[in-house]
């Protein structure tokens, strides 16, 4: 399913479930797309959720921002529009930037009602400097291209050492680009990566903490015990500000929660979500 929204350009979504449910939508990190929430999706359909996963812009199948307009409002505003066209606020559960962007709607006053509920997976307010900068360092790493599925994968597993490299890699080519020179590039425009870089010179961080201060709505804060993108002093600015956030941690799963251990983490996500709904 496509969806025009406000700016003009069109993002690509994977649904699972009935209309009818309560919604939830998913909000894939930097550099992933909507395919990172296969099992997850499913799973909250079975439980009686309808699901939206997004390919935000510049991501997957979604449109490019001619501008090069990768903010947090952007991808905010994006979310705002698909929300207000399926006609029902939505229980948000955003990874890394997903999240960032997802906290940044429940926050403001002029969009906190389209908000029924926030699942923080592994981010913070913000992410932490030192493992945001790596995991910058790896998107960028691959803007060559690679010769085949083979190199990507093992780019793949140098960044994930903790995580069993799969013996079937096929499920890579949905998060590549073939493109006229013979080879697969990442499924993402190169001018997000130069924004987010950028972003270290703004006043994101401040903004988003006032943000946070305005999230009413049921909270839960969900950690990879070996992440190095939110770390417990992240943790414990995200309950300061957000004091009536639960939070878990999950362990032997890193930053990509959802792929290191989508089955506890799928459990923790439907339990909170169905409590919230009580």
Not at 74 to 83: E, N, P
Not at 268 to 275: Q, V
Request: aromatic share 8%.
């Amino acid at each position: 399913m496509k969806f025009k929204v406000a700016s003009g350009l069109q993002i690509t979504t994977s649904t699972w479930g009935s209309q009818n449910d309560p919604l939830v939508i998913l909000l894939h990190g930097g550099g992933q797309t909507r395919h990172a929430w296969g099992l997850t999706g499913k799973k909250l359909s079975q439980s009686d959720f309808y699901v939206i996963a997004l390919d935000l812009r510049g991501h997957g199948d979604s449109d490019w921002d001619k501008g090069g307009d990768y903010s947090i409002d952007a991808f905010k505003g994006d979310l705002a529009s698909i929300i207000l066209q399926v006609g029902k606020p939505a229980s948000l559960v955003g990874a890394s930037l997903g999240g960032m962007a997802s906290l940044s709607l429940a926050g403001d006053s002029e969009t906190k009602s389209l908000c029924s509920a926030l699942v923080m997976v592994d981010i913070g307010l913000y992410p932490n400097a030192e493992g945001s900068d790596q995991v910058l360092e790896f998107m960028s790493s691959g803007k060559e291209g690679f010769r085949n599925l083979e190199e990507a994968a093992l780019a793949i597993s140098g960044y994930l050492p903790h995580r069993e490299r799969p013996t079937d890699i096929s499920g890579l080519e949905k998060n590549l680009r073939l493109k006229k020179d013979g080879r697969y590039y990442w499924h993402w425009d190169p001018e997000f990566i130069e924004g987010r870089f950028n972003s270290k010179t703004s006043n994101y961080k401040d903004k988003q903490v006032e943000l946070a201060k305005g999230v009413s709505v049921p909270t839960l804060l969900i950690k990879g015990a070996l992440s190095n993108v939110l770390t417990q002093e992240e943790v414990e600015t995200f309950l300061k500000i957000i004091p009536h956030s639960q939070f878990i941690e999950i362990k032997e799963a890193a930053h990509m929660i959802a792929g290191d251990r989508n089955d506890i983490f799928a459990e923790s996500a439907i339990k909170f979500l169905k409590d919230s709904r009580l």
